[in-house]
């Protein structure tokens, strides 16, 4: 089974700043990873599939990034609306489809 | 509109069982395989299991094997999730989940739709 394992825990961002969110798979995953996005009390939404694209309806200051173990989604100018859990998930060796266990993103 | 509503959630003692079901729409349902993930209260989440659009593959996670069960009815549009033998470990928000690609290969990838949950409560 693949692990993957997110950092930091929590982050917390000042409004405009930008945050960085790292995802790590104990063996690689090539670029079959995804990001969701879980606000409070909703389901998780997906954000970037294949490491890198934007989903449908995904503002442009959301980017991922990475391939093999190591990824990275970043969140340009951080807004209030994008408080939220994120979660990483490989597709790259299965079963089963496993997940971080999420990086919860905080106004500062 | 893709849309996803599970139902079935509720309270059940350790040993019981529970069907859940997931109706669909806005979608081609058969073509998609469908899944089930779980979120623990206060906790990430969780794979549990998944079928292939004509419902003869399935998968699971290692634990419900051998006491959950996945099916669907493509006639009426509805993913099940069979659960017997729970356990308060399966203490969950049950998502219903779309897979992004359409059924080529049997097994999910991703999932770009996902329902409002349904809470399965194990406990005496």
């Known amino acids: 089974e693949i692990v993957m394992t997110q950092s930091p825990a929590t982050l917390s961002v000042s409004p405009g700043e930008r945050a960085t969110l790292s995802c790590r798979a104990s063996?690689?995953?090539?670029?079959?990873l995804v990001w969701y996005q879980q606000k409070p009390g909703q389901a998780p939404r997906l954000l970037i599939y294949?490491?890198?694209t934007r989903a449908t309806g995904i503002p442009a200051r959301f980017s991922g990034s990475g391939s093999g173990t190591e990824f990275t989604l970043t969140i340009n100018t951080m807004q209030s609306e994008d408080i939220a859990i994120y979660y990483c998930?490989?597709?790259?060796?299965?079963?089963?489809?496993?997940f971080g266990q999420g990086t919860k993103v905080e106004i500062k | 509109e893709v849309q996803l509503l599970e139902s079935g959630g509720g309270l059940v003692q350790p040993g019981g069982s529970l069907r859940l079901s997931c109706a669909a729409s806005?979608?081609?349902?058969?073509?998609?395989?469908m899944s089930w993930v779980r979120q623990a209260p206060g906790k990430g989440l969780e794979w549990v299991s998944s079928?292939?659009?004509?419902?003869?593959?399935?998968y699971f996670a290692d634990s419900v094997k051998g006491r959950f069960t996945i099916s669907r009815d493509n006639s009426k549009n509805t993913l099940y999730l069979q659960m017997n033998s729970l356990r308060a470990d399966d203490t969950a928000v049950y998502y219903c989940?779309?897979?992004?690609?359409?059924?080529?290969?049997?097994?999910?990838?991703?999932?770009?739709?996902w329902g409002q949950g349904t809470l399965v409560t194990v406990s005496s």
């Open positions: 806005g979608f081609t349902f058969s073509i998609y395989v």
């Open positions: 294949g490491a890198s």
């Open positions: 063996q690689s995953v090539t670029s079959n």
């Open positions: 998930q490989q597709y790259n060796n299965w079963p089963p489809w496993t």
């Open positions: 989940a779309k897979d992004y690609y359409s059924d080529t290969s049997g097994h999910p990838y991703y999932f770009d739709y």
């Open positions: 079928v292939s659009g004509s419902g003869y593959t399935t």
